[in-house]
């Protein structure tokens, strides 16, 4: 996913003079909203030298693993068997299945901050940001146990079938039981309200605006006349998202395999044909993460620019996957706490390591040819350039990729949104909700205000706060619903299928 620049209050410094409602709009988006919010969510915590959203993030998924013991690591091989259906059972209470809830939530977690954050990551951090990207994406991995457990243990399912859950539900519902009504109303509304925003801007808007910056590049036609491509975006969206989880959770476990396999054959085509270097790159990843001397401020510096970017990509302590996994066909909430251990994994271990080792291999951060884009921290095409050195025809693959990358979080966020306001504002109210998204798809073809769409998509880092505060109140209830699904494995009360 495509989280706001850390040094997003740079893009407040707009012409005073400009004349246009759109320019005017985005003058008072960056002064007032953009600026104040970057400041607080980017300010640095003293002694650390890490932003408060990132710091807050890590200390989260560090409490997390310490107090599952390690369920990021015990469970992994678990996971996969569930995903794989091992276990599943058909009348078990759901609207979707594992693997199609993990590819849902995956769909709006992979994308282009593991194309354009990782290159950005070892431009400015060395090579050695990479290892601490990766064993961030392995700490997050308890985070999203916790959250997506909780989602489930707190759902609604309507006589119809159809589940409601989430973030919202656990915060409010859940903090109930300990006594915190009061606390649990305020972070669910708060959680509701920013993940609405952050749907329509940083999850719709900002990803039409990113891929047609790049197709338009190969398809000339949408140079031209942008708001086609608007409106093209906004019938796919459409046809999907009218249909609810069962449809997007149908398209998504299509297009997120899909994707992540085009990107990723690209990736190992690179490695193979350059065998021999990938264990001195593996070496300077090793030797930078520890080395003193490292890039942007030493192995602080480092550290904190690998942790920021797993931090951004796999979304771990936001709180949205636990909306997607909370529709998934489970008999125990665990089960699927256990099943989004894996998107983590594969958004971070797998697809940015595998980004970043291509960047190192190929040598372009330090290549002449390629200094504007390191200086400019345009990762996308430091990434783009690192490929196509070596696959003359990949930015049409990275084109394909990047459309792909931003629909499938496009409906994926779609549907959070869509939850959040069915909260807030009650089941016949949907279709305003569902309009107002496919009228943002279109603005972000033709809307060019840069301060109005990352303020949308501060939102959703802003998210963080509320979710990971309530459930830090509630890992009594996960670690105990832990316990007993393990005791049932081992005494063979939870069975493969078939046995």
């Known amino acids: 996913m495509k989280l706001v620049y850390e040094n997003a209050w740079l893009f407040a410094a707009v012409d005073a003079q400009r004349s246009t409602f759109e320019e005017q709009a985005d003058l008072f988006f960056g002064k007032y909203l953009v600026q104040p919010l970057a400041t607080i969510f980017f300010w640095e915590v003293p002694g650390l030298g890490m932003p408060v959203v990132v710091a807050w993030l890590l200390a989260g998924s560090i409490f997390f693993t310490l107090r599952m013991k390690f369920v990021n690591i015990r469970m992994f091989w678990h996971a996969i068997d569930l995903v794989r259906g091992k276990y599943d059972n058909p009348d078990a209470p759901g609207e979707v299945s594992h693997f199609q809830a993990l590819a849902t939530a995956l769909s709006a977690t992979v994308g282009l901050g593991n194309i354009a954050g990782v290159a950005i990551a070892v431009s400015t951090g060395g090579p050695g940001a990479t290892l601490w990207m990766i064993m961030a994406g392995l700490l997050g991995m308890s985070a999203k146990f916790t959250e997506v457990t909780l989602g489930q243990q707190f759902r609604h399912i309507r006589p119809d079938g159809s589940i409601m859950g989430g973030a919202m539900y656990y915060l409010s519902e859940g903090l109930a039981t300990r006594g915190l009504t009061a606390l649990g109303r305020v972070l669910a509304i708060a959680f509701v309200i920013l993940c609405i925003g952050g749907s329509l801007g940083g999850g719709n808007s900002f990803q039409v605006r990113l891929g047609l910056d790049q197709v338009r590049t190969i398809v000339p036609f949408f140079d031209s006349y942008p708001w086609a ?271």
């Open 229 to 499: 491509y608007g409106l093209m975006m906004a019938g796919l969206v459409g046809i999907v998202i009218i249909g609810g989880i069962r449809r997007i959770a149908s398209v998504a476990d299509k297009i997120v395999p899909a994707m992540c396999v085009l990107y990723l054959l690209a990736c190992v085509y690179i490695l193979v044909t350059n065998i021999t270097a990938i264990p001195s790159a593996c070496s300077s990843i090793i030797m930078g993460a520890l080395n003193p001397q490292a890039a942007a401020g030493g192995f602080l510096g480092c550290l904190v620019i690998g942790i920021r970017r797993a931090a951004f990509s796999n979304e771990a302590g936001i709180g949205s996957a636990a909306i997607a996994h909370s529709a998934a066909r489970s008999e125990y909430p665990v089960q699927e706490g256990i099943v989004s251990l894996l998107e983590p994994f594969i958004d971070t271990v797998v697809v940015c390591t595998m980004t970043a080792l291509v960047i190192v291999i190929t040598g372009v951060c330090d290549d002449a040819r390629f200094s504007d884009y390191v200086a400019n921290q345009q990762g996308a095409a430091l990434t783009s350039a690192a490929m196509a050195d070596q696959i003359s025809w990949f930015p049409y693959v990275l084109a394909v990729a990047i459309f792909l990358f931003s629909y499938s979080t496009m409906i994926s966020w779609s549907y959070y949104g869509e939850r959040c306001w069915t909260w807030l504002f009650g089941e016949s109210f949907t279709i305003i909700y569902r309009l107002m998204f496919l009228c943002f798809t279109f603005l972000g073809s033709v809307v060019t205000a840069t301060n109005i769409l990352d303020f949308s998509d501060l939102m959703i880092l802003g998210m963080a706060f509320p979710n990971i505060l309530g459930v830090l109140f509630l890992t009594g209830i996960v670690s105990k619903g832990l316990s007993e699904y393990q005791k049932k494995l081992a005494n063979g009360d939870v069975r493969p299928n078939g046995t």
